[in-house]
């Protein structure tokens, strides 16, 4: 019986995207077996500095790509927005499942949208993309980088960190945060980046 190793990393929101891939392997291919080789990337790893100053997007996929060449891993799963344009020598992306909800979601214990926030509240993001929307449209607000799982900053946020927090529909959703998600902000305010809500999977060629 031939068996396929998915690589992943550790997060929450990465574990249900692996094993549902694993799931969805399984059904299609009941002869497969498949087990997940969960594992820390950079991307992980450092927390104390905005994701733009250290790397961008190759920071939460090297790891696993590694894992592929050295043969310790079959197949990578990977949210499409931390997937870099270029692939290595050797990986291709084969497969692009079906999208969730693509919007970025406002999550706030007291308000119910960006235009409730009065002047001076303290939102948290880690997207440097989403941060330059929302000064363009309240540059009166303080917009802090914000790291960390969907747990860790929502923990954030109900500690008093921040007044509000801005993050990808898609990971809530899946992790059945929906009750926490104040408002979706539609895409002419807040532009959702290339792939987000949408998981891919990589291999070798």
């Known amino acids: 019986m031939q068996r396929i190793r998915i690589a992943t990393r550790k997060s929450a929101l990465a574990l249900w995207q692996a094993e549902f891939v694993k799931a969805e392997l399984l059904k299609h291919h009941p002869e497969l077996t498949a087990e997940l080789v969960p594992m820390s990337t950079q991307g992980d790893k450092i927390l104390d500095t905005p994701l733009a100053k250290i790397g961008g997007k190759g920071l939460f996929v090297k790891e696993l790509e590694t894992a592929m060449l050295e043969d310790r891993a079959d197949i990578a799963v990977h949210s499409m927005k931390d997937v870099p ?3 290595p020598d050797g990986l291709m992306l084969s497969t692009i499942c079906e999208r969730e909800d693509p919007r970025d979601a406002f999550v706030s214990n007291q308000f119910r949208s960006i ?3 009065p002047p001076g509240a303290v939102v948290g993001t880690s997207s440097l ?3 330059c929307q929302l000064k363009a449209q309240r540059p009166d607000l303080q917009v802090r980088d914000l790291r960390g799982n969907v747990n860790t900053r929502l923990a954030k946020l109900d500690n008093g960190e921040f007044a509000a927090i801005i993050l990808a529909a898609a990971g809530l959703l899946r992790l059945g945060f929906a009750e926490r998600i104040a408002g979706y902000l539609p895409v002419e305010q807040s532009l959702p980046a290339n792939g987000q ?4 999977i990589e291999c070798r060629t």
Do not use: P
């Open 85 to 87: 344009v270029e692939f």
């Open 115 to 117: 235009a409730e926030l």
């Open 129 to 131: 993309r989403r941060q």
């Open 197 to 200: 809500g949408a998981v891919g």
